[in-house]
Every structure is written in structure tokens, then in C-alpha cells.
């Protein structure tokens, strides 16, 4: 990366591209996880808002039309990517992202690619190479982009073909259409969501989340300062309200941070032990408790060992997953997660939950839930517990525990929801997470 001195006499824009670049390369060459990059990168902090706006928008995009992209390049570069110069490739991903999918000039954009190779050692002797080949895509990408099925593209083999034999092509493919399009923001209030939802230029979800098309950072929205919600997926909201009246009880919330759950959960009335092993993590939760004024008791622990004086009441697990049901918001994660990743984390998974069995007295409830779409890690990882622990059985839901949408509900009587649920109108305010919950009583 250059010297941050050098920032002075860039031109403009090519700052925003250097950062973009080195988050883009640290997902796809050094498999980091974009959340990590975007808390960690110095340079995109010390950029003006705008253009921290426009990095996150810039990798987001390379990230979620990455196989449209590829597929697009790599027949224009007759020898092939050179092995000893990665930032080419990265070059060529960021110039025609702005030409096909951004509002950015295509002059500017094929520009400020050749200025960032030039600026690369291995890459500067490309940067003809990379002047060439953008200024093809910008003549003949969009009419080729109109012949191709992306959201096919953008999803890894694997990935596409797990999704048909458990959901069906046709679902698979909007799966997959879905995790194409920049969601919207979700928010969970503590109460009055509809005077919420007209002060932030909402809407309220027949969940109970407000929804907005956000401009600026979420730190300056009307309700952030004074601790009137938080941001949350409406699908992430729905595991703690299947616990039912939880006032006066005591709730176990296992793997807890970032807190979301955690703070409906205290808001609710209930008292929450929240368990995380992760010491940053829980530092960030108590400070998202503290903005909100809400209180839960934090145990920094391994969930699948801590072993506290008294069983709970309830216990909400939200374990460790392949977090495939979550790629409209985390473009990264087809690009960084493997199908041996799903073996691993099921033998976790059944770690935890045993464990979260014996935290629980008996008549108590727990909710066992993950953000993936895969059944190894859901319905199978339930139905060997219950073929296990004879003690505990399956509370069905009824579709007044899902506000009313029986779509979310599947023929075991789970929560199961899809990207490609909750249709709009409005493109922008469509989908949610895709989540699993099952609710289950300890006898």
C-alpha cells in the first residue's frame, strides 16, 4: 500500500481506491473477514465519511458480483492474470465494478485503475494492459451483462447446489438473487416502533422491525444517542421473541455478542446472564448495553464448558455457523467459507447445545438457532439432540409467533427463513436474513 504521506498529492479519488483495493485483497488473497477489515483498516477511518461510504460501497460491490466480474475479464486477458502481481487483477475487478454497477464516470473509473497500479511495483508495467481492458468493458460490458444469469455467477458451485437439493432450484436461484442486492437497515426498537419509523423515514415490517434506506452514517440517525434501538436484522429478531414472556425469568443468552438478542432479551424484562468467549466482543456488547440503558449480567466463557450455580429458566442459543443465510450483508462470506467448514462447525454445534440442555431446568425452554441455510447445521443438529436427550421435545410454532407469517415457518414447525422472503415493491426494502430456530422444552 502507498505511504499514507503520499495521500496529500493523490489525486482525487485514488485514496478511496487504494483503500478499497487493499480490503478487496484481504478478503479474496488473505481470506480475512471484511467485518475485521472494516473495524481494523486505519486508512479507511482516517478517510472523510463520504469516501469511507464510497469504499464500503466499492468492495461491497467487487464482492457480490465477483463471479459476474471474473466471468467478464478473464476472456479479455489473453495470458491470463500474472501470478506476481495480484493488485492487476484487484485493478481490474474495482474499475469495471464502477463501470457496470456504480454511478462513477467510466473515464474516471478506467483512470484511477491504471493510477493504482502505477502506484503497485509488481503491477505498474499491467497498466496498459488494465487501460485496455476496462475501456473494452466499458464499450461492450453492459450489453454482455445483459445475457448472463448473475446471480448464478456471483454464488460459488457449492454453494448453488446445496441450496437446490434443500430448497429447489427455483428457490435457490432467488437465494441467490437476493444476496445480490445491497440490503436495506434494520432496526429494533425498544418501544414505539411506528413514531420511529416516521421520524427515521421507515417503515414497519409486519415483524416489528423498522426498515429504512439509510444516508450517512447509522451513528447519526435521529434515536442512535438517546438508546432508542439498535441495528438488527428483522430475521435475527425473531429467535428471542420465541421464548415467549421472558419478565422476571432468568435467560441464558449463549454466544451473545454482539448483543442484539441480549438487549431484547433485558428489554423485555428478563434477567440475562449473556455468555461470549470472545473478550472484544463483549466489551462492544456491554457498550451497546450501556447505550441503550440496559443491563444483563456478561460472562466472559466458553459457552460449551461455562457452568454457572443455577440452571435458567430459558436459554437462547445462537451458535457458531457457516452464516450462509447471511450474505446480503456479508458479501465476503461465499468467498471465505468452505463445505468443510459446515462438517466443522455441525461438531460445535452439537457441543453447545448439549451443553445449553444442561444449563436449562426442567419445564424451561430453549431456542436453538443459526444465521445458515445449511440443514447440517439446523433441523439435523435438532433432530439427533432429540434423538439423544429423551427429556426434552419439540414446542411447534404457530404462525402468532412469526407476526402472523406462516411463510417462515417449515413442516417441522421451525423457523426457517430465506433471503428471497419478504417482498416489496421497493427492491431495496426486500429479503432478510436467512435464519433457523427451533423452540424446545426441557421435561
Known sequence: MAHPAKAATDVPGLAVRRVAAEMIEGVIRRRRALDELLDSTTELAALEERDRALARALVGTVLRRLGTLRHLLWPLLERGLPPQAPRVETA?????????????????????????ARADRPAARFAGLINAV?????????????????????????????????????????????NGREPAL???????????????????????????IAHGPVTALPGFAEGAWWVQDAAAALPARL??????????????????????????????????????????????????????????????????????DAVLLDAPC???????????????????????????????????????????????????????????????????????????????????????INQQGDLRTLPCQLADADSRLAGLDGFYAARLVKG
Open 186 to 212: 434494520d432496526l429494533t426498537m425498544k418501544s414505539d416502533p411506528e413514531f420511529w419509523a416516521a421520524k427515521l423515514q421507515g417503515r414497519v415490517l409486519p415483524t416489528g422491525t423498522v426498515r429504512l
Open 134 to 178: 476496462l475501456r473494452r468493458v466499458a464499450r461492450e460490458g453492459a450489453a454482455k451483462l445483459a445475457t448472463l444469469d448473475m446471480p448464478a455467477l456471483d454464488t460459488p458451485d457449492w454453494l448453488l447446489a446445496r441450496w437446490s437439493a434443500t430448497y429447489g432450484a427455483e428457490a435457490a436461484h432467488a437465494i441467490a438473487a437476493a
Open 322 to 408: 457457516s452464516a450462509t443465510g447471511t450474505i446480503r450483508r456479508h458479501p465476503d462470506v461465499p468467498w471465505l467459507k468452505s463445505e468443510a467448514d459446515i462438517a466443522k462447525l455441525s461438531g460445535l454445534q452439537r457441543r453447545l447445545i448439549d451443553h445449553a440442555v444442561a444449563l436449562l431446568r426442567p419445564g424451561g425452554t430453549l431456542v436453538y438457532c443459526t444465521c445458515s441455510l445449511e440443514p447440517e447445521e439446523n433441523e439435523s443438529i435438532v433432530a439427533a439432540l432429540l434423538a439423544r436427550q429423551q427429556s426434552l421435545r419439540r414446542a411447534p410454532l404457530a404462525a402468532a409467533d412469526v407476526f402472523g407469517c406462516a411463510e417462515f
Open 92 to 116: 481490474l475487478l474495482l474499475g469495471s465494478a464502477q463501470i457496470l454497477f456504480l454511478d462513477v464516470p467510466d473515464h474516471a473509473a478506467v483512470d484511477l485503475s491504471v493510477r493504482l
Open 243 to 312: 421464548l415467549g414472556d421472558v419478565r422476571g425469568r432468568r435467560v441464558a443468552d449463549l454466544c451473545a455478542a454482539p448483543g442484539g438478542k441480549t438487549a431484547q432479551l433485558a428489554a423485555a424484562g428478563a434477567h440475562v446472564t449473556a455468555i461470549d468467549r470472545a473478550p472484544a466482543r463483549l466489551k462492544r456488547l456491554a457498550e451497546n448495553l450501556a447505550r441503550l440503558s440496559l443491563n444483563a449480567e456478561l460472562v466472559c466463557a466458553d459457552a460449551a464448558t461455562w457452568a454457572p450455580e443455577q440452571q435458567f
